[in-house]
């Protein structure tokens, strides 16, 4: 083995302060959740208590999270892998105008596309009470993020001459959706999905304003509860907000990890 | 090896005034006429851009021809029908192979797609897999393939629905030397065993002399010559066609009295048209001689090849000439050369 030389502990040292300035106050804080009395410390004793208030308090807005989220990945599903077909068959100017156009509801602030929302849609009646409200907020905010995640494992395969194979073997255009376009970008639209509802479930911006009292999300919940609740309670509630979101969080990073490069031999 | 059994009859296809042009107003393709025998392999060659592929295209039905054009099969007018309907199987330069099945799914896709019972496709597959002799991948995945391997289940995906043509476009390109050879080889071998009609686009002309029945060699969009290999190489019609196969000598002089006159010497040329002021001929058309050359000339380059060396043989102000010998010796540079050409060689455009 290579001899390691002080570089590589200054190094590791200067990588873990940095892990340990990330990561201590997450700690600290799901720990507060769990903590009797966090004025006293730990020492007064780890508790359930808290979570069980959250849940008896706030589980509407955990179930209105989840059902936004899932409803939300439902529109981006149904809109973005088509529009993402779309732009990888037109290489068109006007197809890479709009791709790059897609990105404007990430590039614009959430208050601003929140606004732009309830000044629009606000008065039709019934929306602006609806947790639909919300939900339009979502797919804006998400869809182009299913739409680029698509779209770039369409481009990375050889759609056109795909499609023309599956054709000239007799496909029609649903056979060859269905049997070769869909199972081929498979990948992107799991990361595009978990993208979706890991966005969904945490966002806040847009949320708030859009949000009325009896349409709450976690996250909007999570600030009142700060801004309001003893600070246990608002811990534990992001303690059941990092159990929620962690998984996702985590099936995203494994997803995008490279694949393991495919077997070439040379022939024969 | 088994005897394939393909219970369909191959068919002409025939191409009337076939034109196309894309949508940004370039011409691809100029009105074409071309009539393709049942059975017969005919290869479209040309460089980049001469409406080969277009031209495959227009037959497969991937492309329509411009109003007016007409595709027919055995006479029947399939131009508004598209590739799915027109049962033609298609090989394509990338393979096209479907990354999401396995080597048997991508061989049996056709037949799936066509509703056949579960075991009528197995067994269809079974025998592709043996007619390829790629029995031992059936359950792999694409991307475990190399290049041949994926060429040889691209062709077997295509035989599979038994088509009544078959379509190659470009299917050795990605392959190296070497193993293009031997798949052309086993191209040439299956097609001639299926009895297909078969078209096959390539712009390399080694391939196209192997596989050809007919060759049809393309330029700008028209066709510059259609013929079988062996006329295309010693008749060519064009100077382009002359230069696009095989390598072409060309020397400028005049006809005197049934010889060709140039500066360098006269080559005898018995009942030689008149008027002929350039002829070609091959370089398997000259010899080096001792004694009594037609030419003479001094050795500009040497490339010893193994079975025989090329020499570049200067001769004045022309360019020089390609000349090959199996002489066992090494050339000087600026050696003295004589050279005799064969009249029977020579071409006059």
């Excluded at chain 1, 905010?141 to 698509?150: A, D, H, K, Y």
């Excluded at chain 1, 949000?211 to 909007?220: E, Q, R, S």
């Excluded at chain 2, 330029?219 to 066609?241: K, L, S």
Aim: glycine share 8%.
């Amino acid at each position: 083995m290579r001899k390691r030389g002080p570089l590589f502990f200054a190094e590791l040292t200067f990588t873990l302060m940095v892990c340990a300035f990330l990561v201590v106050p997450v700690i600290l804080s799901l720990l507060a959740g769990l903590t009797a009395n966090y004025q006293v410390g730990i020492n007064s004793g780890l508790t359930l208590r808290w979570v069980g208030e959250v849940w008896v308090g706030y589980r509407d807005t955990i179930f209105l999270s989840i059902g936004i989220a899932l409803a939300c990945l439902a529109s981006t599903l149904v809109l973005g892998i088509p529009t993402a077909y779309v732009l990888a068959r037109r290489r068109s100017a006007l197809a890479r105008a709009i791709e790059e156009l897609l990105v404007m509801p990430v590039a614009v602030p959430g208050l601003a596309t929140a606004l732009a929302l309830i000044i629009s849609y606000g008065a039709v009646p019934g929306l602006r009470t609806s947790w639909v409200f919300i939900l339009i907020g979502h797919v804006l905010f998400t869809l182009p993020f299913m739409v680029r995640s698509v779209l770039a494992v369409l481009l990375a395969i050889d759609l056109k001459t795909l499609e023309e194979g599956a054709a000239s073997l007799g496909a029609d255009f649903r056979q060859r959706f269905f049997q070769i376009v869909m199972p081929n970008c498979r990948s992107g639209v799991l990361a595009g999905s978990l993208m979706v509802v890991t966005l969904s479930v945490g966002e806040f911006n847009m949320t708030w304003l859009l949000h009325t009292p009896l349409t709450k999300t976690l996250p909007v919940g999570l600030a009142d509860a700060y801004a309001s609740l003893r600070l246990e309670i608002a811990s534990a509630y992001t303690l059941v907000f990092f159990l929620m979101i962690v998984p996702l969080l985590l099936a995203i990073q494994e997803l995008s990890r490279p694949r393991p490069t495919a077997f070439r031999s040379q022939e024969e | 090896m088994r005897v394939i059994s393909d219970g369909a009859q191959p068919i002409s296809i025939t191409l009337q005034r076939c034109a196309k042009t894309f949508a940004d107003g370039t011409r691809a393709l100029e009105p074409l006429d071309l009539r393709i025998g049942a059975g017969e392999t005919v290869v479209l060659l040309g460089p980049s851009g001469c409406g080969k592929t277009t031209t495959l295209r227009i037959i497969a039905g991937l492309e329509a021809p411009d109003a007016g054009g007409k595709v027919l099969f055995d006479g029947a007018d399939v131009t508004p029908l598209t590739i799915e309907r027109r049962n033609v199987g298609m090989v394509f330069q990338s393979y096209a192979l479907f990354p999401n099945m396995s080597v048997a799914g991508n061989i049996g896709y056709g037949l799936k797609v066509r509703k056949r019972a579960k075991s009528q496709i197995s067994r269809r597959v079974a025998e592709m897999l043996a007619m390829m002799r790629i029995e031992a991948l059936a359950d792999r995945s694409i991307d475990q393939l190399s290049g041949g391997q994926r060429q040889r289940v691209a062709l077997a995906r295509a035989l599979a629905v038994q088509p009544r043509a078959l379509l190659l476009d470009e299917p050795l390109t990605a392959l190296d030397a070497k193993l293009r050879d031997s798949l052309r080889l086993e191209i040439d071998q299956l097609l001639r065993r299926l009895g297909i009609t078969a078209i096959y686009v390539t712009h390399d002309q080694t391939e196209a002399m192997a596989l050809g029945d007919r060759i049809v060699v393309m330029e700008h969009g028209r066709v510059a010559q259609i013929g079988r290999p062996r006329d295309i190489y010693q008749r060519p019609a064009t100077r382009f066609v002359a230069e696009f196969i095989g390598t072409m000598n060309r020397l400028n002089g005049s006809v005197r009295r049934d010889a060709f006159v140039t500066a360098a010497g006269s080559i005898p040329w018995p009942g030689a048209p008149q008027g002929v002021t350039e002829v070609l001929f091959r370089p398997e058309d000259v010899s080096l001689v001792a004694e009594a050359p037609h030419l003479s000339g001094t050795v500009a380059a040497a490339f010893f090849l193994g079975d025989r060396t090329r020499l570049f043989v200067h001769i004045g102000d022309s360019r020089p000439l390609v000349v090959e010998t199996g002489a066992r010796r090494d050339f000087r540079h600026g050696e003295a050369v004589g050279l005799k050409v064969d009249a029977s060689g020579l071409v006059a455009l």
